[in-house]
């Protein structure tokens, strides 16, 4: 198979996820400004808690947020420089380590211009931008390296800012009845995350001085539950072949349903992304020219890399159709939220976090992905300096061609640090499996 590369795009992004591109970017500049706006301001990483705060009248900061932001800007290098200044080695997941870079740079900031406004002395270097926090909140489920990375911000801020640490148990299914979403297993931990959510709703009282917002918390995930019911139809609608829209659509909406305010306009954005769908079914348009195989990404995206692969991908003839990472996750159950009573759903999505799952959990939802996209491949992006991701891929890939004879590669990368890729080695892999696919479908004729 020999592909001239990049000779031209075959790719046909949707236009509307631009929208979104805005609404992220006007959310971040109106974070930078927080601080001369009076707001409480708290980091956070892991779940999205956003609505938490959003009723608790806080301004928010989500940490691998800001530092996939910076990785899609190629802008990560201050931040990631300054933490290994500081002293955090290279094996550290990316997004810790450049979000730990940004606390330095934010720390360093507020102590030479004393005006609470990051980066004043250094506007050109958006990594030191950020608003300095009033306390954290860590709220990460299957990943260990959220504690610790809240817990070194700690030390960074001169060990004086309270933080709250969330406990998501990890839904091992383990039990004869537990499946995704079922047993006793899954009652148990729900009921364990909600009440973690009802101590995080005091701390916030008692960080805020004020009485927590229920009706504003109501309010915003009704918005939220109607957003991520459009997001989902319009998934759903690319199960048809050839695609309408890809993964890396997908992708570029992640910012919208993960951390912006619940309002009508996350709702009116979602809308306008289910219509542009619906309107290249009607006009037969589809995300990449001459489809011929639909491939299944498994792994976080390497955020450097994001319109380099989906070039790369389609240059193959190859739609990128769904993932893991964005497929299950980011309210994708909004039938489990109650507007009126939200708190057990929201805990509940916190749990289904794809990498809170034991491997029985993650066979039911790759088997039924595959089914329901028609997937001919995955790819597993071995995220380089995410374990919590890359833990059970080998045994995924041994399941899908097991049980559904899906062949797959794996390609190295990382989340927020590009020297983890190798660009002869992707290409090696990717055309080594399209070739495995030819021969399976040449010996399906026979
Ligand atoms: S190691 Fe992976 S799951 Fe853990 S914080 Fe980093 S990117 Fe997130």
Same mark, same amino acid.
């Given at each position: 198979m020999q592909t001239e590369l990049f000779q031209k795009d075959k790719t046909n992004?949707?236009?509307?996820t631009r929208v979104g591109g805005k609404m992220t970017a006007?959310?971040?500049?109106?974070?930078?400004?927080?601080?001369?706006?009076?707001?409480?301001v708290v980091w956070y990483n892991g779940a999205a808690m956003n609505p938490l705060f959003q009723a608790a009248g806080l301004e928010w900061c989500h940490g691998e947020a800001f530092a996939a932001r910076l990785a899609a800007q190629h802008l990560e290098e201050p931040a990631q420089a300054a933490g290994a200044?500081?002293?955090?080695?290279?094996?550290l997941c990316s997004y810790a380590r450049t979000h730990l870079g940004c606390a330095v740079l934010t720390q360093q900031s507020r102590t030479e211009s004393e005006t609470g406004v990051v980066g004043l002395l250094d506007q050109k270097e958006l990594a030191a931008k950020l608003p300095a926090p009033d306390f954290f909140v860590n709220g990460y489920a299957g990943c260990s390296t959220g504690q610790q990375w809240?817990?070194?911000?700690?030390?960074?801020?001169?060990?004086?800012?309270?933080?709250?640490?969330v406990s998501l148990p990890m839904l091992w299914g383990n039990k004869p009845d537990a499946g995704y979403m079922r047993g006793e297993e899954w009652v148990e931990v729900s009921d364990y995350a909600e009440g973690q959510l009802r101590e995080l709703i005091t701390f916030l009282e008692h960080q805020t001085g004020r009485p927590f917002d229920w009706d504003v918390l109501s309010e915003s995930m009704s918005f939220i539950k109607r957003a991520s019911e459009l997001r989902l139809e319009a998934m759903q609608l690319c199960t048809h072949a050839p695609t309408p829209a890809t993964y890396w659509d997908w992708v570029a909406s992640i910012a919208p349903i993960n951390f912006l305010p619940g309002n009508q306009a996350l709702v009116d954005y979602f809308? *306008?992304? %289910?219509?542009?769908? +619906?309107?290249? !079914? $009607?006009d037969g348009v589809s995300a990449v020219k001459d489809e011929r195989y639909r491939v299944y990404f498994d792994g976080i995206m390497n955020w450097n890399k994001l319109g380099f692969l989906t070039r790369k991908f389609?240059?193959?003839?190859?739609?990128?159709?769904?993932?893991?990472?964005?497929?299950?996750?980011?309210w994708q159950e909004p039938q489990l939220i109650?507007?009126?009573?939200?708190?057990?759903?929201?805990?509940?999505?916190?749990?289904?976090?794809?990498?809170?799952? *034991?491997? %029985?959990?993650?066979? +039911?939802?790759? !088997? $039924?992905?595959?089914?329901?996209?028609?997937?001919?491949?995955i790819a597993f992006h071995s995220t380089r300096t995410c374990r919590a991701m890359t833990n059970p891929q080998t045994m995924l890939a041994k399941t899908a061609e097991r049980e559904r004879g899906v062949k797959s590669f794996f390609f190295e990368g990382d989340v927020a640090d590009a020297s983890f890729y190798n660009d002869e080695l992707f290409d090696s892999r990717l055309e080594a499996m399209l070739e495995a696919i030819d021969v399976q479908r040449t010996k399906s004729l026979v």
């Open positions: 992004k949707l236009s509307s006007d959310y971040w500049e109106n974070i930078f400004t927080a601080k001369e706006r009076g707001k409480h200044e500081y002293g955090y080695i290279g094996e809240d817990a070194m911000t700690y030390r960074v801020f001169d060990r004086k800012l309270p933080v709250f640490n809308a *306008g992304v %289910k219509a542009e769908i +619906e309107q290249r !079914l $009607r389609a240059e193959y003839d190859v739609s990128v159709v769904a993932g893991r990472y964005t497929h299950e996750s980011f109650d507007v009126d009573n939200p708190l057990r759903g929201m805990a509940q999505h916190y749990l289904l976090c794809p990498l809170n799952h *034991g491997l %029985k959990n993650l066979q +039911e939802l790759l !088997l $039924r992905r595959l089914d329901e996209y028609a997937i001919d491949g």
